[in-house]
């Protein structure tokens, strides 16, 4: 069974820096792509952005490039987000998904960043 756990969510000033984790279980990490996903407040699911299997090839939104870095740890099956120059357009539940490219059949629960002052 396919499982994954997003953390490290929280509330941030703007112009603060959050890291997300993603920790996979139930399939082999390494052979998929993996991608972010998030839903703001009364929205739909937008795409964030995506990494290729093992981590050289990576994608953005345009909203996001320049701010946000993917990244993974194949031997800890962990996909991360490093979040930074947060603004508060970035509040929304961010999600992990399997698979290089959006939609996607799984994705985790979910966790909460809210960026106010």
């Known amino acids: 069974e396919v499982q994954l756990v997003e953390s490290g969510g929280g509330l941030v000033q703007p112009g603060g820096s959050l890291r997300l984790s993603c920790a996979a279980s139930?399939?082999?990490?390494?052979?998929?792509?993996m991608t972010w996903v998030r839903q703001a407040p009364g929205m739909g699911l937008e795409w964030v952005s995506s990494i290729n299997f093992g981590g050289i090839s990576t994608s953005y939104a345009d909203s996001v490039k320049g701010r946000f870095t993917i990244s993974r740890d194949n031997a800890r099956n962990t996909l991360y987000l490093q979040m930074n120059s947060l603004k508060p357009e970035d509040t929304a539940v961010y999600y992990c998904a399997q698979g290089g490219t959006w939609p996607s059949p799984y994705r985790g629960q979910g966790t909460q960043v809210t960026v106010s002052s």
């Open positions: 139930g399939f082999t990490f390494r052979n998929y792509g």
